[in-house]
């Protein structure tokens, strides 16, 4: 299996008929069990690229296509926002089987498979609790677990912790490792945290300001499994810098846009 | 401009919090005593005669007078027609205004159609529709009954509506993402998420559902609390028509706490 992301650009037009370009040309593959991090600063068009991988949104022109897909009901993706996005009606258990009873998977099996990503992330003994109970970190296991019980191909994370507290997003991140490494799966992961966009991945793609275009892909040669260690390493660093360099001006750019 | 010396003869002052006034206090006795005391007032007031029974009898005769009505069961008989047209209007409503509105809120053809209706015919007061459903239906149980279902569906509507609108779009993004397609999403997301305005919608439509029940009860009927008010201030039964505003009273507060209740078992996810 691999995601092909061909040649994809996105315009928006106004309501004065004007068009604003979100996204150009962006070109990249996924292989299978590969983390890919896009980074970019605000304004990008990071989000627009995952929705439009997503599904949720429509591209103006290029596609994005799964390669050597199984012939079953396996989803392509499944994504993990930002805002979590749980059902507030449902407890956590019930918001993990989302995925699982649309797919008609029978109530046994449901339970199993959730009780295995409920272990995996962390969440034994909040089964029952409702996401108004939860702090933002349990929060977004729930829609981790939810998302990777859907069994996707590829699993989109917008930003993911970008709405949590500093330590918990440290904490998160290194969970967020071990959690791939454990299910061999592709990841795309969007972020404007060049840290945690080196922590976690095994390429970078670095976007430039609006219109994201792909500045440069950057391939991350550290060891997995990452170590908490690892934010301190000099080679770690380097490679901050070298993405920190390309953002830098465009981010300073980006400051002084007019909104 | 104050010296310095001035400045070091305030050094000691003491913050006050600002807010102070809009801590909300609680008077658990309050509401309680002061009932009492407004009951106790009238009482007084009938029984001296400054205001003549007729126009203001006790509080004590309108509860005997009530018992006595309860004893020989008549209050039943009046009770259970309005209930019947109320339950029967109401739950019309109800449905109606949960199809139509999860209609208009969801695709955009109904929206483009059925907004400006709404807009329309939601202004007009309901009694002075009753005539015409006089007209149409007779002047049996029907008018009565679509009079309080056409009050009662348009907050019910109006309210669905907002609801659906205000479903979370993030919420529909992730049921597709994670396979729903679009029916399904209007059962698992649409449905549970318009719950409290389903309430909030139901809450008023009872107000409005007595309102109306004894309005279309004064007009054509021979049963009915509407009817009792109105036949009892016809032979100036001044207590029997107190009566039937406890009645009424006691309704409006029964439904608040059904509802209350449902609330709390429909939408165990709120705090």
């Known amino acids: ?259 | 401009m104050k010296t310095s010396t001035e400045l070091t003869k305030m050094e000691k002052a003491i913050v006050q919090d600002k807010t102070y006034f809009l801590q909300v206090k609680a008077h658990p006795w309050l509401s309680l005593t002061s009932f009492i005391i407004i009951l106790c007032l009238w009482e007084i007031v009938s029984r001296v005669m400054w205001i003549p029974p007729l126009f203001l009898p006790a509080p004590s005769e309108i509860l005997l007078e009530g018992w006595g009505m309860l004893k020989n069961g008549l209050i039943f008989k009046h009770v259970f027609a309005s209930l019947s047209r109320i339950l029967l209007g109401f739950s019309i409503a109800c449905i109606m205004g949960m199809l139509i509105g999860i209609l208009i809120g969801f695709f955009s053809i109904p929206e483009a159609i059925g907004n400006p209706l709404i807009a329309a015919t939601f202004p007009i007061p309901k009694i002075a529709i009753l005539p015409l459903l006089i007209l149409w239906l007779g002047i049996g149980e029907p008018p009565k009954v679509a009079v309080i279902a056409l009050g009662v569906f348009f907050p019910m509507v109006i309210n669905v509506y907002t609801g659906v609108k205000n479903v979370d779009p993030l919420l529909i993004k992730a049921a597709l993402s994670l396979g729903s397609n679009r029916t399904r999403v209007i059962r698992k997301v649409i449905l549970p998420g318009i719950l409290p305005m389903v309430f909030a919608g139901m809450k008023l439509g009872i107000g409005i559902a007595l309102l109306l029940v004894v309005a279309a009860e004064m007009v054509a009927a021979d049963a009915g609390i509407g009817f009792m008010i109105l036949t009892a201030a016809d032979l100036m039964q001044t207590k029997k028509l107190m009566v039937g505003l406890v009645i009424l009273s006691l309704l409006g507060i029964f439904f608040n706490w059904l509802f209350q209740k449902m609330e709390k078992i429909f939408i165990p996810w709120k705090q």
Not at chain 1, 48 to 59: D, E, K, Q, R, V
């Open chain 1, 1 to 259: 299996m691999r995601v092909r992301i061909d040649h994809i650009s996105k315009y928006y037009t106004d309501r004065q008929g004007g068009q604003t370009e979100a996204l150009q040309d962006i070109h990249f593959d996924i292989a299978e069990n590969e983390f890919v991090v896009v980074v970019g600063p605000s304004g990008c068009g990071k989000s627009t690229l995952l929705n439009i991988i997503a599904g949720l949104l429509s591209s103006s022109s290029g596609q994005v296509i799964f390669d050597g897909v199984r012939n079953d009901s396996t989803p392509y993706t499944a994504v993990v926002f930002q805002d979590f996005a749980l059902f507030p009606w449902r407890t956590v258990l019930k918001n993990i089987v989302y995925g699982l009873e649309e797919k008609g998977v029978n109530k046994t099996e449901q339970f199993v498979i959730a009780q295995k990503f409920i272990a995996m992330v962390g969440l034994q003994g909040f089964e029952q609790k409702y996401p108004h109970q939860l702090s933002g970190g349990m929060k977004q296991r729930v829609a981790i677990a939810r998302a990777l019980a859907n069994d996707p191909l590829l699993l989109l994370m917008d930003e993911p912790f970008s709405a949590l507290d500093a330590q918990t997003r440290l904490l998160m991140q290194y969970e967020l490792s071990r959690i791939w490494e454990e299910t061999q799966k592709s990841f795309l992961y969007i972020t404007h945290n060049i840290q945690e966009a080196v922590f976690l991945g095994d390429r970078v793609v670095v976007l430039s300001r609006r219109p994201g275009r792909i500045l440069d892909i950057v391939k991350i040669d550290l060891p997995r499994p990452r170590r908490e260690d690892l934010i301190t390493e000099e080679r770690y660093l380097k490679y901050v810098d070298l993405i920190w360099g390309y953002i830098k001006d465009q981010a300073k750019e980006t400051l002084k846009e007019i909104r």
